[in-house]
């Protein structure tokens, strides 16, 4: 027994210890931040995450003329589409995305489940359709059996569903199993093709399929009245470690909003190019101006959102104030 | 290393088993260069070795979260897992999602089993069917059937039917290759037998040539199992259908959507552990049948 502890085994078992040592130290190295607090002129990385849509004009607008690069010329800016606000979250919890934007829907999930990020500015209200594909179903109670497409199943246009279905069904799960994750431009072509019965979705995509032949059967103001659906989120450490960042980064929205509200022809032909079809920009223009699109960088519905979504188990506590949810840049305005 | 090998956790015991049934299963599993009587560690009995580094292990785990603070937004901790793993399997969530995904597993293996059960019988029969055994299987296999979903999806929509063609997919052609191989392999005495009695055709294959196949058989379901089952779960993860009715897949990423990371591990967990369960089905058939009868040796056994 003791000869078998001999200083090879020893030397085996230590260095398995060490292994596992370094194991454990390398994973959790890199909890670096991206961008640096001192200085004169903020340097580091700034990624700042959007999803598909004109829900995201500012943005586009901000990074068609390089707002941020002028501002922060040692920052590394660098945009990206991802299909779902969940995915942007998942992409700021790895520290990859500094900046993201998003419905209500997963900003809340987020909030309630930890996730120590709070919205730094709203950027629009915007009426959310249920499209119906053509010959497809006429009411909410022929949608049951069937698949409605939407982002993901956190996503704002599921918390719409579910308070749809909970005023019209009597049951907010009665659609549930109709529920498919799919990113916008995906379903928009899947309704189209009859893969699908339904698209609850966003401005463009609904003017779109409405244009092929799809029927609005609901919108999401006809039950959360007139609500934010994105909004640009930031973690609290990020934040108050980059003020100049974010000073900058506020000042870019707001700007565009002003451009998106005073000069929406030059606004629609800034987002038509950052979405890559510069030949739509009179589409976009009508897209960013009709009835039920407005920017506006004031949170509203918030509350609303939460109260329903702790009604049906997606939340476990509603926040005493919008303005717990917001950093000080909005506090005091006329939110909800 | 005497009596104390008892079965592990992989190796359920098969009761009155013959006395080269498990127990020298276990036992042969050792490596050789072991000595017998060795460190006190190779002295200990599998199932204790096993034990000692799966709760080391776990311990180790508790400990990263513990003292490293990590967030529990990105990895949990194995205790709030096995509270998730409990509620999940109170609440029936985890075992409804269970049950779907076996389901689907199960028809889908069926309708592989049926399809390579028609080609290796017209590969044996006929020489065209041989042909076009060796050519399909050729294209078709070292394709991941993953690969096919999005073609499904556009076939057959967003259901289970899209699913269930990609299992049969995935399941048809490990299993056709391990037939059509055990069958060339069954010694030319025997068909010769068979045939001096007159058999021909199907009952030729089904008398002669598919028991004389079998332990190539159940490799190829082995190997077909485990291959839907992986391509289920990672379907399930694509396909993205929410509220109930979804599978295993479907419960990991609607817990990664809500933030609940402990479900997700134990999710994850119980992939694993049918992963096992199933694992060991197949290995008691083994045992049973063609290790029993000495048609397969013990230490072939993976």
Redo the contacts between chains.
């Keep these: 027994?003791t000869s078998?502890w001999t200083g090879r085994?020893a030397a085996r078992v230590a260095a398995l210890l060490t292994a596992?040592a370094l194991a454990?130290a390398g994973?959790?190295g890199d909890d670096e931040e991206a961008g640096g607090g001192g200085g004169d002129s903020p340097s580091g990385n700034l990624t700042i995450a959007y999803q598909p849509g004109i829900g995201y004009a500012q943005l586009l607008i901000m990074r068609e003329q390089k707002t941020l690069e002028k501002a922060l010329p040692n920052m590394k800016i660098a945009y990206k589409e991802l299909a779902s606000g969940?995915a942007i979250?998942?992409g700021m919890?790895?520290n990859e995305i500094q900046v993201g934007s998003g419905g209500v829907g997963p900003f809340l999930?987020?909030y309630d489940?930890?996730?120590d990020w709070k919205v730094l500015s709203a950027l629009n209200r915007m009426d959310l359709w249920l499209m119906s594909g053509k010959g497809g179903p006429k009411s909410l109670e022929e949608f049951k059996g069937k698949?409605i497409a939407m982002p993901?199943?956190?996503s704002i246009q599921?918390i719409v569903l579910r308070k749809a279905a909970q005023e019209e069904l009597g049951d907010p799960?009665a659609?549930?199993?109709?529920?498919?994750?799919?990113p916008h431009p995906d379903a928009l072509q899947a309704l189209t093709s009859g893969?699908?019965a339904g698209h609850l979705t966003s401005p463009p995509f609904q003017f779109q399929e409405e244009q092929n032949g799809a029927e609005k059967i609901l919108g999401s103001f006809d039950y959360f009245d007139e609500h934010t659906f994105n909004s640009v989120f930031v973690r609290e450490e990020y934040h108050d470690d980059n003020a100049e960042v974010m000073d900058a980064l506020y000042k870019g929205i707001q700007d565009a909003t002003t451009m998106i509200q005073d000069q929406p022809a030059q606004a629609a032909k800034l987002v038509a190019t950052a979405s890559g079809t510069e030949a739509a920009a009179k589409d976009f223009e009508e897209w960013m101006t009709r009835e039920g699109v407005t920017y506006n960088t004031e949170p509203q519905g918030f509350i609303a959102f939460a109260e329903f979504m702790k009604e049906i188990g997606?939340m476990k506590e509603v926040p005493e104030s919008w303005e717990d949810l917001v950093f000080d840049n909005l506090k005091g305005g006329s939110g909800s | 290393m005497p009596s104390s090998s008892r079965p592990a956790v992989t190796e359920p015991r098969t009761d009155g088993a013959p006395a080269a049934g498990p127990a020298t299963a276990a036992e042969s599993s050792e490596p050789r260069h072991v000595k017998r009587g060795?460190?006190?560690w190779s002295r200990r009995p599998t199932a204790v070795r096993r034990a000692i580094l799966l709760v080391g292990l776990l311990v180790?785990w508790q400990a990263?979260i513990t003292l490293?603070d990590?967030?529990?937004?990105?990895f949990a901790a194995p205790l709030d897992v096995a509270e998730a793993l409990v509620d999940g399997i109170r609440d029936g969530r985890l075992i409804d999602a269970s049950v779907v995904t076996l389901r689907v597993l199960g028809i889908g293996m069926l309708i592989g089993m049926a399809v390579a059960a028609i080609l290796t019988t017209l590969a044996t029969w006929t020489r065209i069917g041989q042909d076009i055994l060796v050519l399909l299987t050729s294209m078709l296999n070292p394709l991941p059937a993953i690969a096919i979903l999005p073609l499904a999806?556009?076939w057959f929509?967003?259901n289970q039917t899209a699913l269930v063609f990609v299992i049969a997919n995935a399941v048809t052609w490990p299993i056709a290759i391990n037939v059509s191989m055990g069958f060339r392999t069954v010694p030319a005495t025997i068909m010769m037998v068979g045939r001096n009695l007159g058999l021909r055709g199907v009952r030729m294959v089904r008398d002669v040539l598919a028991p004389a196949a079998l332990p190539h058989t159940i490799t190829g379901l082995k190997t077909g199992w485990a291959f839907g089952w992986r391509t289920i779960i990672a379907a399930e993860l694509v396909f993205?259908?929410?509220?109930?009715?979804g599978g295993l897949g479907f419960f990991i990423?609607?817990a990664?959507?809500?933030?609940?990371i402990p479900e997700v591990f134990a999710g994850l967990v119980t992939i694993a552990l049918i992963g096992i369960a199933l694992e060991s089905v197949f290995n008691l058939i083994e045992r049973r049948t063609v290790i029993k009868w000495g048609m397969k040796s013990v230490e072939a056994q993976d």
Excluded: E, W
């Design positions: 027994m078998s085994h596992l454990v994973c959790g969940a979250r998942d919890l790895a999930v987020g489940a930890g996730v698949k993901a199943p956190d599921a799960k659609l549930d199993s109709a529920i498919v994750a799919m893969q699908l997606l | 060795g460190t006190i180790l990263y490293r990590v967030s529990p937004l990105v999806i556009l929509g967003l993205g259908v929410a509220g109930s009715g990423n609607d990664r959507f809500f933030l609940r």
